[in-house]
């Protein structure tokens, strides 16, 4: 009885144990299918997300190919994909603003409109075209940039060709895009019909940005991709918005650049003046005036400002010899308070004459190069103090050193060239009156034009004929850094975007 109790036990055991095993197993086999299915469908979404991905890249290349013309219609193919796919006509927007535009403190929007969008989600993860470019939304909620957008910016030249999505509808699955021209290219900037302040008296929309700074304001639900694109292209001012979800990128203006002709007597010369030092050529080709015939022996010639309480000037004179073996002093006179104090800087040999064939006219001429600010090694930066740079000694001038302003010739404090941001690595140096310290005219003449700003240097020929202006010219270069603007060109695109 006994035994018979202990087999029967024991078998049931046995049941037990197989029927266990058999759940544990089906629970296992059950597990292993969940997570193999989980495993599947993210492999899947993984796969069509980079499909799409590559696709909407595709539809960038297209989509700008319609908008700038080179193509009537373009179609991309979705296909392989279930997310959904819709154009958004108002998503997003972006204003120009030229702020200061005229040195006084007015501003002028030169566009605004909506940029909007071509979007993909699937689950969580949006891929949207805008402005020209492809921006990724994860389920996190971080934009990252997939292909730029057309934002063109090289030394201090911007150029935005605005491409604006219009269309309506959508499509889920594999869906196909075409994408045709919408309304006609529309030039925004330069475009000399249309005056600032809508007013013919003022100036026109035209080429260089000569004042203030140009802001490019971009509202978008992707403004963290489009600040992160602003940071890497430029060294621009970048300011981010998060509660409006806008980023604005600000250029400053360099006014006068390139080539220019010398205006005469009285006239004057738009310099800005930037600080961080960024003036990288400023020179002055002069000629002696017809009616003079002892060729720069008698040269007496000056630029100036007179501003509020700023007075600036740089002299040029003859100190020694004429025709080709002339040599010119330079002088460099800065005063912040209408005379009470004064920086004073000279340099005896400066400037030398020299003879060429310069019109091709087969007969020499005499001409006399002042350089103020030089990159002859060509890095972008007059940092670095070349054998060739003028040095001029921190000393008290007299009134024959300067043409108009009259210098008290009296003892004064050290002086240090500094308060910039940012700083210049020679910077903070403090130089003695007549104790012999000297620097290069590069440094000293962008010093004082960062510290004055926007300005006209007017002009000062003595007695109107020691120098031919109609014959001299002059060229300003700035360094760009990317955070100046001297050419803006803006185009409004128009696409049209159709799914099915």
Not at 234 to 256: C, F, H, P, Y
Not at 278 to 283: A, I, L, N, R, V
Request: glycine residues 12%; negative net charge.
């Amino acid at each position: 009885m006994w035994r018979a109790s202990e087999s029967s036990a024991r078998g049931q055991s046995e049941t037990l144990g197989v029927v266990l095993l058999l759940a544990i197993t089906i629970a296992g086999t059950g597990l292993i299918l969940g997570f193999g299915d989980a495993a599947f469908e993210d492999t899947r979404s993984s796969t069509e997300i980079q499909q799409a991905e590559l696709a909407m890249t595709v539809f960038d290349s297209r989509a700008a190919k319609v908008a700038l013309g080179d193509s009537d219609v373009q179609t991309v193919d979705f296909g392989g994909t279930t997310g959904t796919l819709r154009p958004k006509p108002g998503d997003g927007r972006i204003t120009i603003k030229h702020v200061d535009y005229d040195g006084t403190g007015s501003d002028e929007i030169l566009y605004q409109n909506s940029l909007g969008s071509l979007v993909y989600e699937n689950d969580d993860t949006e891929l949207v075209y805008q402005g020209g470019g492809v921006w990724r939304r994860d389920g996190k909620g971080g934009v990252s940039m997939v292909s730029p957008p057309e934002f063109h910016y090289r030394g201090s030249t911007l150029t935005l060709p605005l491409v604006r999505v219009t269309g309506s509808g959508g499509s889920a699955g594999g869906a196909k895009v075409r994408v045709t021209r919408g309304a006609a290219m529309k030039h925004v900037f330069p475009d000399a019909s249309q005056h600032y302040d809508d007013d013919s008296s003022e100036p026109t929309y035209t080429n260089p940005s000569e004042n203030g700074k140009v802001q490019i304001v971009v509202e978008s639900a992707y403004y963290e991709g489009w600040a992160d694109y602003f940071r890497e292209r430029t060294n621009a001012k970048v300011d981010v918005d998060d509660a409006d979800r806008e980023v604005t990128v600000e250029l400053i203006s360099t006014g006068n650049t390139g080539y220019f002709e010398m205006p005469g007597e009285d006239g004057s010369v738009d310099v800005r003046g930037i600080a961080g030092h960024s003036m990288t050529d400023f020179e002055i080709t002069v000629r002696p005036d017809d009616t003079d015939s002892a060729n720069f022996a008698n040269l007496k010639w000056s630029m100036y400002v007179d501003k509020g309480t700023t007075q600036f000037e740089i002299h040029v004179r003859q100190n020694g010899g004429s025709g080709c073996n002339a040599v010119a002093s330079a002088t460099v006179y800065y005063s912040s308070d209408d005379g009470a104090h004064e920086q004073g800087w000279y340099d005896g040999d400066a400037f030398e004459a020299e003879c060429g064939d310069y019109n091709g006219d087969g007969d020499d001429e005499v001409r006399m190069v002042i350089d103020l600010v030089d990159d002859d090694d060509g890095d972008g930066s007059v940092h670095d103090a070349e054998s060739d740079d003028p040095r001029l000694t921190y000393t008290d001038l007299s009134n024959s050193q300067v043409m108009n302003f009259k210098p008290k010739g009296t003892p004064r404090d050290p002086v240090t060239l500094d308060g910039h941001n940012p700083p210049a690595s020679w910077e903070s140096k403090n130089y003695e009156p007549d104790d012999g310290d000297r620097e290069t005219l590069d440094r000293v003449v962008n010093h004082y034009t960062s510290e004055i700003g926007g300005f006209a240097l007017t002009i000062d020929d003595k007695s109107s004929n020691t120098v031919n202006e109609g014959a001299s010219y002059g060229r300003i270069e700035y360094g760009g850094g990317g955070r100046y603007i001297t050419y803006l060109h803006v185009t409004d695109n128009e696409i049209e975007v159709e799914t099915a």
